[in-house]
C-alpha cells in the first residue's frame, strides 16, 4: 500500500516535471541571441525590462534578459558564477578596485576599443580603467548624496534651508524644541551612515579630487584638523537622529521620513523615486559645509556595465555596450533608469523628475569628488564605518576616532 | 487521592500557562506578519501593531501578477519532496547497515558519513557549480536534487543510525532466527519501528530545504527554473521600499511549508500512537 | 533442509560486504556531491590567491594570519567568543524549553497537545528573511516605542539590537524562538518511545512529576539529548542566517555579534564590503579549524552517549 503512494507520486511527480521541460524547449525554437544581464540593482527590474524592450527596437534579433541578484548576494555570486564558467553574458561592474580585480581575473572583456568611450570625460572613465589603461566597462550612472528635507516641518518651525554646518545644527536644534525628529538616519545597517552621511559631507571638509590624492599619497595625515572636524560633525548630529538610532536600519529611516515623523533624511539621489506620493512637500540641499568651507559635492561613480570574456555572443554583447555609449543610448537609458541615477555622458540630458534636477543642480559652481576611500583607501572602508559609528554612539571621541583612522592607514601594505 | 488529583490540577494549569505565553511569543509576530501585508505602502509604520483601517487585497494581486508564483511553487514542492523521499530512503538504508553491523569499518565509515554535517557547504559551492555544470544540470531543478540529498545525508544516517540503536535487540533477534532475510527485517520490522524518526528527519530537512536559497541563488537562473524562496527573494529586493508588499511576500512563502508539515507532523504523531500500541 | 540451516548463519552475521550494499548509495550521493567537493575545497586553506589564475602554496600562512594579523586576529578571537556564547545560550535555554515543551505536550491528559506543538514549530518553517523582518520591526523603539508606552512598558523600549551590550544575547534568543520547534520534536519522539508500564510503575509508586521526570525520563532519553547537544553543537557553530538577516553580514553594532559564520562568508565566499574580493584560502582556513574544534567536541560525546549501550 505504502509502495503504491510512493510510486503513484513518484509519477505524479515526473509528469509535473517533464511538461516543464516541454515548456523549456518550446521556447528556443525561434532563431534569436539572447543575452543575460547580471545585476546587483534588484529594485530595477521594471525600469530595466523597459530599456532593454527599447533596445530591442534597435537590435531586433537580439534579447537581453535582466537577471538581478538582491545587493547582499551579488558579489559573492557573481564571482562564484564567474570562476566556474556559468556567469552571464553582459553584467554591472563596479568602480575601482572590484571592479579591476575581477578585470585582471579575466572575467571583464577588455572594452577600450568601443568607440563611444569618447563620449565620456576622463574622469568619468577613470573608476573603471585598469592600470594598464584599458577601460574594463562603460559607465553607465553615477549617483549623488544630499540632504532631503520636508518643506511643511520647515515652513512651521521657521528654518530656511542653511548653509552653513552651524545653521545646519541650528535647524536641528530648533526642530527638536518643537517635538519633531530633526533626522532620519540610524545605524544599524552600517553602510548607509557612512556612505551617504559621512563620505557625503567630507568634501565640505577637505575638499575636491586634488586634496583626496594628497591623503592617498600620505601627505596629509587622516588625523588631521579637517578629519577631526569631520567626525566632530558626525559627534555633533547623533542627538538628532532618532532615539534609540543605534537600530534604526536603512529602510526604517525611509520611512520615518515618508511619514512625516522625521524632517529630513541624508540619503543618496537612488532614493529620490520613492518618496513619490507621500503627503508633504519635500525638497533636496546639499549637505553643508562649516563655516569657511566652500560647499563641496560627493557625486560617486557607482554603475558600469561590462560583458563576459567567455560569452557566447561576444558581437551582439559588444553591440550594447556600444549603443549605451551613443548619446541616442544614454539618452534612452536616463528615460528609464530609475530616477536619482545620472547619466555620465559628456552631453546634455534632460531629466524628468523636479527633484531629480534639483539633485544634479546641487553640483552647479561646486566642487565634486567620488566617495573618499573608493579610488584608492577602500580597506579604509570598515575602520572608517566602525570610526563613525563609535563617535556617534559616544564610545570615542573624535580625535580618538581620527587617530584609529590614521593607524589603518598605516598598517595598510600601498 | 483528592489532594493527589488537585495537584495534578494545579500542574495542568501551570502547563497551560507556560504554552499559552509561549504561544503569544510565537503568535504575535505572526500576527504583525499577516495584518501588515494587507496594509498600503507606508500606514504600517503610523501604527504597525494595529489593524488595517482597510483590507488592501492590492499586495497580493501584484505578487501573483509580477511573478510566476505557482511555478515557483511547482519547482519548490517537486524538488524537496523527491529530495525528502532520496535522502530518507538512502539515509535509512544506510543507517540500518551501520547500527548492525558492529564493527570498526562501520564505525569510521558511520564518521566519515556524519563529519558532512560539520563544515558550512557554502565553501565547496565552486566545485559543487563545475559539478553540475559538467552534468548539465544547471538552471534546471535537477541541480538541487542531488546537493539537498547529499546534505540530509548525514543528519539523517545520524539520527537514523541512534534511533535504530536504541530498538531492542529482542524484536530483531526472533526474526532473525526465524531467518526471516535481512531486508524483510528492515521493512517490516526496523520501519514501522523508526517511523517517528524517519518523520523527525524528513522534518528536519524540509526547513532547510525548502528556504535554501543559496543553491537555487547560484545554480538557477531561468524564471521557470526559479524555487519559491529565489523567486520571492528576487521580490524581496524589487519591493525594497515597499514594506507592505515584502510583506505578503513573506507570508506567502510561508505557508506552503507549514502545510508541509503540518500533513507530515501528523503522520509523526500517528506513527508514534501505532507505535506506542504495539510497545 | 541445509540450504535453509547455512541461510540462516549467514543472516545472524553477514559479512562486511553485505552491509556495504546498504550504504553505497548514500556513500555514492555524499561522496560525489559533499565529500570531494569539501575536501577539495578545504585543501584551499594552504593556497593564496583569490581565484584559479592566481593561486599559490604557502603552506599553513593562512592559518598563522588567522592568529598573529593585528586586525584579523582581534575579529577572529571576537567571532570566536560570540560563537560559544551564542551556542551556550542557544543549547541552555532552546535545548531547556524545549524538554520542558515535550514533557508538557506528551503528558496524557493535556488537552490542546497538537495546537500547542503545532505553533511551536511554525517559526522553525520561517525563512530567516521573516524572522528578521519582523524581530527587527518588533524591537524597535521607533516602532514599537508608542505602543509599549501605551500598556506601561515603555522601559523596554530601547535599541536592543543596536546595542553592543544586548545585541548578541537577544540575537541568540531570537534564533531560539525560531528553532525551538526542532529540539522539541525530538525530544517528543523519544518521550513518546518510553514504555508505558515504566511510567504506570513510577505512578503506583507514588512518585512526583519531577521524580519521574529525572529518575526514569531523562535517563530513557539520554540519547536524544545527547543528539540533540550534539546538532545544536554543530549547527551553532556554523550559524549564519539568523546573523545575516537581523544585523548584516558584518555582525553589526561594532561587530559585536559577528559569529564565526558571518566571519567565514565575509572572508571566503563574499569579501568585506565594498571591496568584495574573497580570500578562499584564508576561508578554508578558518572552515578547518571549525571543523576540528567541532570533531574535538562530536567524538566524546558520541562516546558518552552510545557507549552506555
Given at each position: 500500500m505504502k509502495k503504491k503512494v510512493f510510486f503513484v507520486m513518484l509519477i505524479v511527480l515526473l509528469t509535473l516535471s517533464t511538461n516543464a521541460f516541454a515548456a523549456g524547449s518550446?521556447?528556443?525554437?525561434?532563431?534569436k541571441v539572447t543575452l543575460t544581464m547580471g545585476s546587483?540593482?534588484?529594485?530595477d527590474v521594471d525600469a530595466m525590462n523597459n530599456l532593454l524592450e527599447a533596445y530591442s527596437l534597435v537590435a531586433p534579433n537580439v534579447e537581453i534578459e535582466f537577471k538581478p541578484t538582491n545587493p547582499a548576494d551579488y558579489n559573492a555570486t557573481l564571482r562564484l558564477q564567474l570562476e566556474s564558467g556559468t556567469g552571464p553574458d553582459l553584467m554591472y561592474a563596479r568602480s575601482y578596485a572590484p571592479g579591476i580585480e575581477l578585470y585582471q581575473a579575466g572575467?571583464?572583456?577588455?572594452?577600450?576599443?568601443?568607440?563611444?568611450?569618447?563620449?565620456?570625460t576622463k574622469s568619468n572613465k577613470a573608476p573603471w580603467m585598469a592600470p594598464d589603461g584599458n577601460m574594463f566597462a562603460v559607465p553607465f550612472a553615477a549617483v549623488s548624496h544630499g540632504v532631503y528635507y520636508n518643506k511643511d516641518f520647515f515652513m512651521k518651525a521657521g528654518i530656511?534651508?542653511?548653509?552653513?554646518w552651524e545653521d545646519f545644527l541650528m535647524a536641528c536644534k530648533k526642530l527638536q524644541d518643537m517635538g519633531i525628529t530633526p533626522l532620519a538616519n540610524g545605524?544599524?545597517?552600517?553602510w548607509d551612515i557612512l556612505e551617504t552621511f559621512f563620505l557625503g559631507a567630507l568634501p565640505n571638509y577637505i575638499g575636491g579630487a586634488n586634496q583626496r590624492v594628497k591623503y592617498e599619497t600620505g601627505e596629509?595625515?587622516?588625523?588631521d584638523e579637517k578629519f577631526i572636524k569631520a567626525f566632530t560633525a558626525m559627534r555633533d548630529v547623533?542627538?538628532?537622529?532618532?532615539?534609540?538610532?543605534?537600530?534604526?536600519t536603512y529602510n526604517d529611516s525611509q520611512a520615518l521620513f515618508a511619514t512625516a515623523k522625521a524632517a529630513m533624511f541624508i540619503d543618496?539621489?537612488?532614493?529620490?523615486?520613492?518618496?513619490?506620493?507621500?503627503g508633504f512637500d519635500w525638497g533636496i540641499f546639499a549637505i553643508p559645509a562649516p563655516k569657511g568651507n566652500n560647499t563641496a559635492i560627493c557625486f560617486h561613480p557607482d554603475m558600469a556595465i561590462t560583458m563576459n570574456t567567455?560569452?557566447?555572443?561576444p558581437e551582439e554583447a559588444k553591440a550594447f555596450l556600444s549603443w549605451l555609449c551613443t548619446v541616442e543610448g544614454a539618452t534612452t537609458a536616463s528615460k528609464y533608469?530609475?530616477?536619482?541615477?545620472?547619466?555620465?555622458?559628456n552631453a546634455p540630458i534632460a531629466i524628468e523628475l523636479p527633484q531629480a534636477n534639483e539633485f544634479l543642480a546641487l553640483n552647479e559652481g561646486k566642487e565634486t569628488d567620488a566617495?573618499?576611500?573608493?579610488?584608492?583607501?577602500?580597506?579604509l572602508y570598515s575602520p572608517m564605518d566602525q570610526a563613525v559609528i563609535k563617535v556617534m554612539k559616544g564610545e570615542i571621541t573624535p580625535t580618538q576616532a581620527a587617530n584609529d583612522l590614521q593607524k589603518a592607514y598605516e598598517n595598510l601594505d600601498l | 487521592m483528592s489532594n493527589k488529583s488537585l495537584k495534578k490540577h494545579n500542574r495542568h494549569t501551570l502547563y497551560h500557562v507556560i504554552m499559552i505565553i509561549w504561544c503569544f511569543i510565537v503568535l504575535f509576530p505572526i500576527y504583525v506578519l499577516i495584518i501588515n501585508s494587507f496594509k498600503t505602502r507606508l500606514s504600517i509604520y503610523i501604527n504597525p501593531f494595529g489593524l488595517p483601517k482597510k483590507f488592501n487585497l492590492s499586495n497580493y494581486t501584484t505578487i501573483f501578477k509580477d511573478s510566476s508564483f505557482l511555478i515557483y511553487f511547482k519547482n519548490s514542492f517537486v524538488v524537496v519532496i523527491l529530495s525528502l523521499l532520496l535522502m530518507i530512503i538512502f539515509s535509512s538504508l544506510a543507517a540500518y547497515a551501520l547500527a548492525f553491523w558492529r564493527k570498526k569499518q562501520a564505525r569510521l565509515l558511520f564518521f566519515f558519513l556524519i563529519a558532512?554535517?560539520?563544515?558550512?557547504?557554502?565553501?565547496?559551492s565552486i566545485r559543487i557549480l563545475e559539478i553540475m555544470k559538467f552534468l548539465n544540470?544547471?538552471?534546471?531543478?535537477?541541480?538541487?536534487i542531488p546537493i539537498y540529498v547529499a546534505m540530509g545525508i548525514p543528519i539523517g544516517i545520524f539520527v537514523l543510525t541512534e534511533f535504530i540503536r536504541e530498538i531492542p535487540l529482542e524484536l530483531t533477534q526472533a526474526a532473525i532466527i526465524d531467518g526471516a532475510p535481512r531486508f524483510k527485517i528492515f521493512t517490516l520490522i526496523i520501519t514501522p519501528l523508526i517511523k517517528p524518526a524517519l518523520s523527525t528527519v524528513a522534518i528536519y530537512n524540509l526547513v532547510p530545504y525548502w528556504n535554501d536559497l543559496w543553491f537555487p541563488l547560484i545554480f538557477i537562473s531561468d524564471e521557470e527554473s526559479k524555487t519559491l524562496l529565489l523567486g520571492v527573494t528576487r521580490l524581496f529586493g524589487q519591493y525594497q521600499t515597499d514594506w507592505s508588499k515584502v510583506l505578503a511576500v513573506l507570508t506567502l512563502s510561508a505557508i506552503p511549508v507549514l502545510a508541509l508539515y503540518l500533513s507530515m507532523s501528523k503522520q509523526f504523531i500517528e506513527g508514534v500512537t501505532a507505535g506506542a500500541v504495539k510497545g | 533442509m541445509k540450504l535453509n540451516k547455512q541461510n540462516k548463519h549467514l543472516s545472524v552475521e553477514p559479512s562486511g560486504w553485505y552491509w556495504l550494499l546498504y550504504i553505497i548509495p548514500a556513500l555514492l550521493i555524499y561522496i560525489i556531491f559533499m565529500a570531494y567537493p569539501l575536501l577539495d575545497s578545504l585543501r584551499l586553506s594552504f593556497y593564496t590567491g583569490s581565484?584559479?589564475?592566481?593561486r599559490e602554496f604557502i603552506g599553513f600562512l593562512n592559518f598563522k594570519k588567522l592568529f598573529t594579523d593585528e586586525t584579523l586576529s582581534v575579529r577572529y578571537k571576537g567571532a570566536f567568543s560570540h560563537t560559544i556564547i551564542f551556542f551556550l545560550i542557544n543549547m541552555v535555554f532552546q535545548n531547556g524549553l524545549g524538554i520542558l515543551f515535550a514533557v508538557i505536550i506528551t503528558t496524557?491528559?493535556?488537552?490542546a497537545k497538537s495546537f500547542y506543538q503545532t505553533v511551536i514549530f511554525?517559526?522553525?518553517?520561517?525563512?530567516v528573511l521573516v524572522t528578521g523582518y519582523l524581530w527587527k520591526l518588533l524591537l524597535n523603539p521607533i516602532w514599537a516605542g508608542d505602543t509599549l508606552s501605551k500598556i506601561g512598558?515603555?522601559?523596554?523600549?530601547?535599541p536592543w539590537l543596536g546595542t553592543k551590550s544586548t545585541a548578541l544575547v537577544v540575537v541568540s534568543l531570537i534564533s531560539c524562538w525560531q528553532w525551538m520547534g526542532i529540539p522539541t520534536m525530538m525530544f517528543i519522539a523519544a518521550l513518546k518511545n518510553i514504555p508505558k508500564d515504566c511510567l504506570e510503575v513510577a505512578s503506583i509508586e507514588g512518585a512526583t512529576a519531577w521524580q519521574t521526570f529525572t529518575k526514569i525520563k531523562v535517563p530513557l532519553i539520554k540519547p536524544v539529548i545527547g543528539m540533540v547537544t550534539i546538532l545544536t553543537f554543530v549547527n551553532n557553530f556554523n550559524a549564519f542566517d539568523i546573523i545575516f538577516a537581523t544585523e548584516t553580514v558584518n555582525g553589526a553594532p561594532n561587530y559585536a555579534t559577528d559569529l564565526l559564520g558571518t566571519f567565514f562568508y565575509r572572508i571566503g565566499?563574499?569579501?568585506?564590503?565594498?571591496?568584495?574580493?574573497?580570500?578562499p584560502g584564508l576561508g578554508a582556513a578558518v572552515a578547518t579549524i571549525t571543523f576540528i574544534v567541532l570533531l574535538l567536541g562530536v567524538i566524546p560525546m558520541l562516546r558518552y552517549t552510545s557507549g552506555d549501550n
Amino acid at each position: 500500500m505504502k509502495k503504491k503512494v510512493f510510486f503513484v507520486m513518484l509519477i505524479v511527480l515526473l509528469t509535473l516535471s517533464t511538461n516543464a521541460f516541454a515548456a523549456g524547449s518550446s521556447e528556443t525554437k525561434m532563431e534569436k541571441v539572447t543575452l543575460t544581464m547580471g545585476s546587483w540593482r534588484a529594485d530595477d527590474v521594471d525600469a530595466m525590462n523597459n530599456l532593454l524592450e527599447a533596445y530591442s527596437l534597435v537590435a531586433p534579433n537580439v534579447e537581453i534578459e535582466f537577471k538581478p541578484t538582491n545587493p547582499a548576494d551579488y558579489n559573492a555570486t557573481l564571482r562564484l558564477q564567474l570562476e566556474s564558467g556559468t556567469g552571464p553574458d553582459l553584467m554591472y561592474a563596479r568602480s575601482y578596485a572590484p571592479g579591476i580585480e575581477l578585470y585582471q581575473a579575466g572575467y571583464f572583456e577588455n572594452c577600450s576599443d568601443i568607440e563611444g568611450l569618447s563620449n565620456f570625460t576622463k574622469s568619468n572613465k577613470a573608476p573603471w580603467m585598469a592600470p594598464d589603461g584599458n577601460m574594463f566597462a562603460v559607465p553607465f550612472a553615477a549617483v549623488s548624496h544630499g540632504v532631503y528635507y520636508n518643506k511643511d516641518f520647515f515652513m512651521k518651525a521657521g528654518i530656511d534651508i542653511p548653509t552653513t554646518w552651524e545653521d545646519f545644527l541650528m535647524a536641528c536644534k530648533k526642530l527638536q524644541d518643537m517635538g519633531i525628529t530633526p533626522l532620519a538616519n540610524g545605524l544599524a545597517d552600517e553602510w548607509d551612515i557612512l556612505e551617504t552621511f559621512f563620505l557625503g559631507a567630507l568634501p565640505n571638509y577637505i575638499g575636491g579630487a586634488n586634496q583626496r590624492v594628497k591623503y592617498e599619497t600620505g601627505e596629509m595625515k587622516l588625523n588631521d584638523e579637517k578629519f577631526i572636524k569631520a567626525f566632530t560633525a558626525m559627534r555633533d548630529v547623533a542627538k538628532y537622529c532618532p532615539k534609540g538610532f543605534e537600530s534604526v536600519t536603512y529602510n526604517d529611516s525611509q520611512a520615518l521620513f515618508a511619514t512625516a515623523k522625521a524632517a529630513m533624511f541624508i540619503d543618496g539621489s537612488w532614493s529620490v523615486g520613492t518618496y513619490d506620493g507621500v503627503g508633504f512637500d519635500w525638497g533636496i540641499f546639499a549637505i553643508p559645509a562649516p563655516k569657511g568651507n566652500n560647499t563641496a559635492i560627493c557625486f560617486h561613480p557607482d554603475m558600469a556595465i561590462t560583458m563576459n570574456t567567455t560569452t557566447e555572443h561576444p558581437e551582439e554583447a559588444k553591440a550594447f555596450l556600444s549603443w549605451l555609449c551613443t548619446v541616442e543610448g544614454a539618452t534612452t537609458a536616463s528615460k528609464y533608469l530609475p530616477a536619482g541615477f545620472f547619466p555620465m555622458i559628456n552631453a546634455p540630458i534632460a531629466i524628468e523628475l523636479p527633484q531629480a534636477n534639483e539633485f544634479l543642480a546641487l553640483n552647479e559652481g561646486k566642487e565634486t569628488d567620488a566617495r573618499f576611500v573608493w579610488p584608492v583607501l577602500l580597506a579604509l572602508y570598515s575602520p572608517m564605518d566602525q570610526a563613525v559609528i563609535k563617535v556617534m554612539k559616544g564610545e570615542i571621541t573624535p580625535t580618538q576616532a581620527a587617530n584609529d583612522l590614521q593607524k589603518a592607514y598605516e598598517n595598510l601594505d600601498l | 487521592m483528592s489532594n493527589k488529583s488537585l495537584k495534578k490540577h494545579n500542574r495542568h494549569t501551570l502547563y497551560h500557562v507556560i504554552m499559552i505565553i509561549w504561544c503569544f511569543i510565537v503568535l504575535f509576530p505572526i500576527y504583525v506578519l499577516i495584518i501588515n501585508s494587507f496594509k498600503t505602502r507606508l500606514s504600517i509604520y503610523i501604527n504597525p501593531f494595529g489593524l488595517p483601517k482597510k483590507f488592501n487585497l492590492s499586495n497580493y494581486t501584484t505578487i501573483f501578477k509580477d511573478s510566476s508564483f505557482l511555478i515557483y511553487f511547482k519547482n519548490s514542492f517537486v524538488v524537496v519532496i523527491l529530495s525528502l523521499l532520496l535522502m530518507i530512503i538512502f539515509s535509512s538504508l544506510a543507517a540500518y547497515a551501520l547500527a548492525f553491523w558492529r564493527k570498526k569499518q562501520a564505525r569510521l565509515l558511520f564518521f566519515f558519513l556524519i563529519a558532512g554535517m560539520m563544515l558550512p557547504i557554502k565553501i565547496a559551492s565552486i566545485r559543487i557549480l563545475e559539478i553540475m555544470k559538467f552534468l548539465n544540470l544547471l538552471n534546471t531543478i535537477w541541480s538541487l536534487i542531488p546537493i539537498y540529498v547529499a546534505m540530509g545525508i548525514p543528519i539523517g544516517i545520524f539520527v537514523l543510525t541512534e534511533f535504530i540503536r536504541e530498538i531492542p535487540l529482542e524484536l530483531t533477534q526472533a526474526a532473525i532466527i526465524d531467518g526471516a532475510p535481512r531486508f524483510k527485517i528492515f521493512t517490516l520490522i526496523i520501519t514501522p519501528l523508526i517511523k517517528p524518526a524517519l518523520s523527525t528527519v524528513a522534518i528536519y530537512n524540509l526547513v532547510p530545504y525548502w528556504n535554501d536559497l543559496w543553491f537555487p541563488l547560484i545554480f538557477i537562473s531561468d524564471e521557470e527554473s526559479k524555487t519559491l524562496l529565489l523567486g520571492v527573494t528576487r521580490l524581496f529586493g524589487q519591493y525594497q521600499t515597499d514594506w507592505s508588499k515584502v510583506l505578503a511576500v513573506l507570508t506567502l512563502s510561508a505557508i506552503p511549508v507549514l502545510a508541509l508539515y503540518l500533513s507530515m507532523s501528523k503522520q509523526f504523531i500517528e506513527g508514534v500512537t501505532a507505535g506506542a500500541v504495539k510497545g | 533442509m541445509k540450504l535453509n540451516k547455512q541461510n540462516k548463519h549467514l543472516s545472524v552475521e553477514p559479512s562486511g560486504w553485505y552491509w556495504l550494499l546498504y550504504i553505497i548509495p548514500a556513500l555514492l550521493i555524499y561522496i560525489i556531491f559533499m565529500a570531494y567537493p569539501l575536501l577539495d575545497s578545504l585543501r584551499l586553506s594552504f593556497y593564496t590567491g583569490s581565484n584559479s589564475s592566481n593561486r599559490e602554496f604557502i603552506g599553513f600562512l593562512n592559518f598563522k594570519k588567522l592568529f598573529t594579523d593585528e586586525t584579523l586576529s582581534v575579529r577572529y578571537k571576537g567571532a570566536f567568543s560570540h560563537t560559544i556564547i551564542f551556542f551556550l545560550i542557544n543549547m541552555v535555554f532552546q535545548n531547556g524549553l524545549g524538554i520542558l515543551f515535550a514533557v508538557i505536550i506528551t503528558t496524557r491528559t493535556m488537552k490542546a497537545k497538537s495546537f500547542y506543538q503545532t505553533v511551536i514549530f511554525i517559526p522553525t518553517t520561517f525563512a530567516v528573511l521573516v524572522t528578521g523582518y519582523l524581530w527587527k520591526l518588533l524591537l524597535n523603539p521607533i516602532w514599537a516605542g508608542d505602543t509599549l508606552s501605551k500598556i506601561g512598558l515603555g522601559f523596554l523600549a530601547r535599541p536592543w539590537l543596536g546595542t553592543k551590550s544586548t545585541a548578541l544575547v537577544v540575537v541568540s534568543l531570537i534564533s531560539c524562538w525560531q528553532w525551538m520547534g526542532i529540539p522539541t520534536m525530538m525530544f517528543i519522539a523519544a518521550l513518546k518511545n518510553i514504555p508505558k508500564d515504566c511510567l504506570e510503575v513510577a505512578s503506583i509508586e507514588g512518585a512526583t512529576a519531577w521524580q519521574t521526570f529525572t529518575k526514569i525520563k531523562v535517563p530513557l532519553i539520554k540519547p536524544v539529548i545527547g543528539m540533540v547537544t550534539i546538532l545544536t553543537f554543530v549547527n551553532n557553530f556554523n550559524a549564519f542566517d539568523i546573523i545575516f538577516a537581523t544585523e548584516t553580514v558584518n555582525g553589526a553594532p561594532n561587530y559585536a555579534t559577528d559569529l564565526l559564520g558571518t566571519f567565514f562568508y565575509r572572508i571566503g565566499i563574499a569579501g568585506e564590503h565594498p571591496i568584495a574580493i574573497a580570500d578562499p584560502g584564508l576561508g578554508a582556513a578558518v572552515a578547518t579549524i571549525t571543523f576540528i574544534v567541532l570533531l574535538l567536541g562530536v567524538i566524546p560525546m558520541l562516546r558518552y552517549t552510545s557507549g552506555d549501550n
